[in-house]
């Protein structure tokens, strides 16, 4: 066991050189084992609060080692800039690490709060809803309080735009539908029962289920980025101090222009799917258009009409809420807006996917 | 208290010398030929009116707008040239306007960040040094929030020590004040005063806010739009003398008129 060694800092270009000193020190120590430990801080040193850790994790490593530890400063000012810093941090308290909970019990706990989070959230929705509603009825006995202009905006963008994604969307699921059909109907001769399936398939299902889709993606994520954005940049708050409620001034609007734009959509859907349908069944089965609509007229019931229709409102009407709600439900920060665009086109094909159920299994029971 | 002794002595040494710089946004110029020098240790503040050029000329200080021409020399490397190398980016710190905290990321993580990127440090040590940093801008009790939960000054506070953690000798602080209430601003500025007076730490501050300007420089450099560059440099004491330009006056007369008059009402 030698008595002591001294080791100069030497370099201090950058913080890794304090790390590659302390390696360097504790090779020596453990090898060495020395009783006593010089350090020479060289005049070049700048004081910086990175030496101030080395020097810190130095002398706990010697006091648990109990080694003598001797600092030599080559230059003054440095020292004296180091005792500055030591009188200006001594209150430093370095936080214990919190002790790691079981996993269980925090799976358990996560569970619980996002039931919690989840019970909030549809109860906020519940409550949302009724205000929408109760606004709504305000509006037609004070027609004045409605935005005609900003509902035409809102349609436009809801609707007219997205005919061409809408109407090519379905013209192929159209034609893949009567595709997939003529292969086995032709087997068995029933080439004409292609014009009942795509029209059962597109009014009762497909198109109020594409539109919803694409509304979801368009129009819901669009409603929540611009309600979030504006909540962050508090125009929201601004118009409640200025009176104007954001309800009237930007729900009801967006909403109704959903509600509006998402059944003339479904119409719209139902148009290019037949077309797809068609295409495929004339080209494929010798089905000629006449006989096709002739067929789709004659399976085709006024309730089928209905329960499409009654899919596409259901539908559009989520679309729009679940746009407006989930932007006003914003939290700050920049990432905010995005998490709750992602989060409210999730929670709206869920939903959408939930309502198609549900009004199937109740045209099924009022057979409709 | 900075001296308001000039700095331009063989004792200290030139930090950022900048020569005939040109800079602007496109067709529209906004600082053109602008020479000076900013020495190790102290504090110059960057002022004028909005539109100056201010935040343009801190632009190209930091590397994020290239100059139509000139030289910038950082510590003896000249950026304009070589750009910021690693070793340039590592002895400048940048405490933003907004503080530039990423908003995914606690204070903590936000602190830790450039010594994880930069550094082979270990975890605990890194841990000490976040906590070393966070305690001298006195926000240790707030780590593990997330940017979004803290006040105006705590976030420029979280700023700094971000800015600070690599243990940059060079600072520079883009309206360090903007937006916070007069205690938290001189709150701010004590802070300033005190890395620049125990880690010996150059401050570059561009401000419009009159109280601080006096409060922490050594130097202050004034531009102006229409000269498109410097107005006026040197100390506040030299710039409030009558034999400076009328729009110089003007900025730190201004100042005086309203500070008489709180006086004469708080009387």
Redesign the interface.
Known sequence: MSDEITIPIEKAENLDDFYSFWEHLEKKISTLNPSQVNIIIKSNIRATSGLFVLLDKIQDYCLNRKIDLKIHWESEQTKKFLNNFKAFVKHVHIKPIRPRKNPLVGLVEKIGWLSIAQIQEIKDFIIFTGKFSLCCVKCFSKPGRFRLSELLYNLDHVGTRAMVIVGTMSALVGLVTAFQASIQLRQFGANIFVADLVALAMIRELSPLITAILMAGRTTSAFTAEIGTMKINEELDSLKTINVDPFYFLVIPKTISSVVAGPLLTIWSVFTGFLGGMTVAFLALEVTPSSFLQEAHGILTISDLWVGFLKSLVFSFIVGMTGCFMGLETGHGADAVGRQTTKAVVRTLFSIVIADAFITLLSYAFNW | MPSTGNFMNENHSEVIKVSNLSAGYGNEVVLRNVSFSIFESEIVTILGTSGCGKSTLLKCLVGLLEPISGNILIFGHDVVKAGFTNEVR?KTGVLFQASGLI??FSVFDNVALP?RE?????ES?I???V???L??VRL?DA?RL???ELSGGMKKRAGLARA?V??P?LLFCDEPLAGLDPVTASEIDELLL?LN????ITLVVVTHELASIERISDRCIMLDQDVKGILAMGTVEELKKPDQPLKVRNFFGRHEKIKSKNGEKSV
């Open positions: 590592l908003g995914s010594l930069n550094t082979n440090w270990p040590w841990r000490d040094l906590y070393l940093k305690e001298m240790a780590a997330m940017p979004s600070l690599l243990d000798p005190e007076q125990n880690l010996n």
